[in-house]
Each structure stands twice: as structure tokens, then as C-alpha cells.
């Protein structure tokens, strides 16, 4: 394993991991507050740090379908969440991983 870099979030209100306690995201960050995962109610973040992204995939939403990718605590690697991902990057980063391969 690297060196892991933490990024810290110097806000009134951080939001943290559950498990390790690393900052995520700040409430300055919240695009809405009434977002509906299948798991329940979850709030939508523009911008969160110390994650890693997994695999992209296209998922139904009641918005219709998006791809996503699920996103993990960069420190602990617990399940966070998910994250909208746009279908150009997702294939750039498809791009990039076939040419490390190769
Ligand atoms: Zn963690």
C-alpha cells in the first residue's frame, strides 16, 4: 500500500466517516438533502475527499437511468455511498486502466 493522503476539512459542521472517523464532506457541500437511495434517505454532496471510486456502472433511478460508481472510505474502505458519473469519464478511466495492462 502507498502512502495515504488525508485530506482535512476545516468547516463548522464535517461530515465523517462512520468507521474511521476521516472528514468526507462538509455541510457547505449539500446539494440536497431529500435524496432518496434504495437504502433510504441520503443526502447528495458536490464535492468529497479521502474516497476511492469503484467500478462504473449504469444504474435506474427514479430520474432514469445514470452511471455511477460506488464510492469507498479511502482510509478504512468502507462502503460510503455513490457517486453520478459523467459516461465520458467513465470511459476515460476504462481507457486508462486497459492501457496500465497492456
Ligand atoms: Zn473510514
Same mark, same amino acid.
Given at each position: 500500500? !502507498?502512502r495515504l493522503f488525508i485530506e482535512s476539512i476545516s468547516s463548522?459542521?464535517?461530515?465523517?466517516? &462512520?468507521?474511521?472517523?476521516v472528514d468526507l464532506t462538509s455541510s457547505g457541500q449539500i446539494?440536497? &438533502?431529500? =435524496? +432518496?437511495?434504495?437504502? /433510504?434517505?441520503?443526502?447528495? =454532496?458536490?464535492?468529497?475527499?479521502?474516497?476511492?471510486? !469503484?467500478?462504473?456502472?449504469?444504474?435506474? =433511478?427514479?430520474? !432514469?437511468?445514470?452511471?455511477?460508481?460506488?464510492?469507498?472510505?479511502?482510509?478504512?474502505? +468502507?462502503?460510503? /455511498?455513490?457517486?453520478?458519473?459523467?459516461? /465520458?469519464?467513465?470511459?476515460?478511466?476504462?481507457? +486508462?486502466?486497459?492501457?496500465?495492462?497492456?
Open positions: 500500500m !502507498g463548522t459542521m464535517v461530515y465523517k466517516c &462512520k468507521c474511521c472517523r446539494i440536497d &438533502k431529500n =435524496f +432518496q437511495s434504495k437504502s /433510504g434517505k441520503a443526502y447528495l =454532496f458536490n464535492k468529497v475527499v479521502n474516497i476511492t471510486l !469503484g467500478s462504473c456502472e449504469d444504474r435506474s =433511478f427514479v430520474t !432514469g437511468l445514470h452511471t455511477v460508481s460506488d464510492i469507498h472510505c479511502s482510509s478504512c474502505h +468502507q462502503l460510503l /455511498g455513490w457517486k453520478y458519473v459523467s459516461e /465520458g469519464l467513465c470511459g476515460q478511466s476504462e481507457i +486508462q486502466r486497459r492501457e496500465v495492462h497492456s
